[in-house]
């Protein structure tokens, strides 16, 4: 980790990273917090993540802009983007003017999907491949820490002043973003032109996906774990009830995975160079089937050990997961790889929150702890019996 963070790049990439990284986490609650208190609806606040939702499917547009232009100066423009977009909410003052909250959640959404692909790619050239794993594990590390405290201090300072300040505050966490980025001495050419139909632009990532075995195998695997993972969303609810716990108590549950997410961030990497990084992505699954199995006993201290267990797991298979896209994937599709992946996992994991939903008005919470738990050990199962077991990028490539 320290070798990681003596290249001058590294701390300025990450550093930005981070800051940008709190003030979404800060906002995004906020959005639904602030739709719930102007209109008094669930359906408004709930509302707010849907069309965050909804937004990611603009993705594989988003991957052909990031490998059609240099993605340093691109993600700066997302940043200065996304800073103009979320002043939109200095605007809001009263129930008619809810429909601003959902507008930023949409940019919010889709600059998220340009920036977040280039970043792929900007990885790749600011770490060595050998330290892509840490560089991964680190940005789990990263993404969790801050996911334990930003959403609290972001609902504080709503409490105290208003939406506007938290506004102004993401705002400013993008600005110092795009100077870090600017600041970066990273060496990029420019992408190469190509004379293809639009539809092969936008279709190169999923070509490339299906021309390389590895990450069919690894995104058909994650995929069925997808479709019942947005289980949890569900029942996580009516298993807090089930132990006398209100609904505020899902806090302590969700630090306790986050806390599990860091330890998983911290040793992703040693993890990943042990067993590869398909195989890692099962092992992940199957821990996560570990933790999702212990919800089914009544008692607390199992159900805490369950979720810990869970956070661990997911960060295991998240590090992997990028790992792979990144090493198994020419550089000039990375963008579009990266944004087939992100619709290919975000599709079933949105049914997957309508199916639970659904479902847990018939049937008890611990028939879809049970559905998961099999699913995802059984997807588990498909992944750490890959054959690869060293990262490697494939020959494949599409233009």
Not at 258 to 270: E, M
Not at 352 to 366: D, E, H, K, N, R
Request: aromatic share 6%.
């Amino acid at each position: 980790m320290r070798s990681l963070l003596r290249s001058r790049d590294a701390r300025l990439l990450l550093g930005g990273e981070a800051v940008s990284l709190f003030g979404d986490w800060a906002l995004i609650i906020v959005l639904g917090i602030w739709a719930k208190s102007l209109t008094g609806s669930n359906a408004a606040a709930g509302l707010v993540f849907f069309v965050f939702a909804a937004g990611r499917l603009t993705a594989p547009l988003a991957g052909v802009l990031a490998d059609r232009v240099r993605r340093r100066p691109l993600m700066v423009g997302a940043d200065v983007f996304l800073a103009a977009s979320v002043l939109l909410l200095l605007f809001v003052h009263d129930r008619s003017d809810v429909w601003l909250v959902y507008v930023v959640a949409l940019l919010y959404s889709v600059g998220g999907s340009v920036f977040d692909s280039a970043r792929m790619a900007l990885l790749r050239l600011v770490f060595p491949e050998e330290q892509l794993p840490e560089a991964n594990g680190l940005m789990q590390t990263i993404t969790q820490g801050l996911r334990l405290v930003a959403p609290l201090a972001g609902a504080g300072l709503f409490a105290l002043v208003g939406g506007g300040a938290v506004a102004v505050l993401d705002a400013a966490t993008f600005v110092v973003s795009a100077v870090a980025l600017s600041a970066l001495h990273v060496r990029e050419e420019k992408p190469e032109r190509h004379d293809h139909a639009f539809v092969d632009e936008v279709s190169a990532g999923a070509r490339h996906i299906l021309a390389t075995p590895a990450l069919v195998r690894m995104l058909a695997g994650t995929a069925v774990a997808m479709l019942v993972i947005g289980f949890a969303e569900t029942f996580v609810f009516a298993l807090l009830d089930a132990i006398g716990k209100p609904p505020s108590f899902l806090g302590v549950t969700s630090t306790l995975q986050g806390v599990g997410s860091i330890a998983g961030g911290l040793t992703a990497a040693a993890m990943l160079r042990r067993t590869g990084d398909v195989r890692l992505v099962g092992i992940g699954l199957a821990g996560f089937a570990v933790g999702d199995a212990l919800l089914l006993v009544p008692n607390l201290a199992t159900i805490l050990v369950g979720f810990t267990i869970a956070g661990v797991a997911i960060a295991w298979a998240i590090v992997a997961y990028m790992t792979a896209l990144q090493t198994r994937t020419p550089l000039e599709v990375q963008g579009r790889v990266s944004a087939a992946a992100d619709l290919a996992l975000t599709v079933p994991q949105t049914l997957s929150i309508a199916v639970g939903a659904v479902l847990s008005t018939v049937v008890p919470y611990q028939a879809l702890i049970v559905a998961m738990a099999v699913v995802l050990a059984l997807s588990a199962l498909y992944l750490t019996r890959a054959t690869a077991v060293t990262p490697a990028a494939s020959p494949a490539e599409a233009g």
